[in-house]
T-cell receptor, first 113, second 112 residues
Framework: NAGVTQTPKFQVLKTGQSMTLQCAQD?????MYWYRQDPGMGLRLIYY???????DKGEVPNGYNVSRLNKREFSLRLESAAPSQTSVYFC????????????FGSGTQLSVL | GESVGLHLPTLSVQEGDNSIINCAYS??????FIWYKQESGKGPQFIID?????DKRQGQRVTVLLNKTVKHLSLQIAATQPGDSAVYFC???????????FGAGTRLFVKA
């Protein structure tokens, strides 16, 4: 039982390159989330998927796209990476979107040069 | 204490002492509050939660206090241990909402 698995753990991109961050969960949770964490800023919500087949914007969606491939997988895509997207990215899941705790993956550290 | 969007506060305590980490939340409509612990290189991990119909909730060595009048949340850790060294985040959400709002975090150092 791996919980929430994120790949890759580390990535370095050049400005303008694209990449996809992968997230997979084996907890049978309905809701999945992508957060970014910057120093002194806490975690900010990029996109979320309340259930399979739905996605919605969070607080900081610009420059990102997401795909809820199935109940288990939720990917985050950077189409044209910018230095401002240098951050640590966390995927999280939730049993039910109404007031339940989040379960986080171990994160992807992304640097955009 | 801890507030959304400001620099990361630091708390240093002696091993065996009690720790108190404070948080001011922003949304009066929030009715669910959570504390997470984040160790270096890892994702946040759930510690304890409390709903707005309660003022206090206890877990193993941890207690969360909620004061809705002044929109204040605190986490108390009893007999702090070196393994408690981490960054602690408070978070808030409201019924029917999908967006959990996180504070900036407080870094706890435990001195042996």
């Amino acid at each position: 039982n791996a919980g929430v698995t994120q790949t890759p753990k580390f990535q370095v991109l050049k400005t303008g390159q694209s990449m996809t961050l992968q997230c997979a969960q084996d907890m049978n949770h309905n809701s999945m989330y992508w957060y970014r964490q910057d120093p002194g800023m806490g975690l900010r919500l990029i996109y979320y998927s309340a259930s399979e087949g739905t996605t919605d914007k969070g607080e900081v969606p610009n420059g990102y796209n997401v795909s809820r491939l199935n109940k288990r997988e939720f990917s985050l895509r950077l189409e044209s990476a910018a230095p401002s997207q240098t951050s640590v990215y966390f995927c999280a899941t939730q049993t039910d979107p109404t007031n339940e705790k989040l379960f986080f993956g171990s994160g992807t550290q992304l640097s955009v040069l | 204490g801890e507030s959304v969007g400001l620099h990361l506060p630091t708390l240093s305590v002696q091993e065996g002492d009690n720790s108190i980490i404070n948080c001011a939340y922003s949304n009066s409509a929030s009715d669910y509050f959570i504390w997470y612990k984040q160790e270096s290189g890892k994702g946040p991990q759930f510690i304890i939660d409390i709903r707005s119909n309660m003022d206090k909730r206890q877990g193993q060595r941890v207690t969360v206090l909620l004061n809705k009048t002044v929109k204040h949340l605190s986490l108390q850790i009893a007999a702090t241990q070196p393994g408690d060294s981490a960054v602690y985040f408070c978070a808030e959400s409201h019924t029917g909402g999908f967006k959990t709002i996180f504070g900036a975090g407080t870094r706890l150092f435990v001195k042996a």
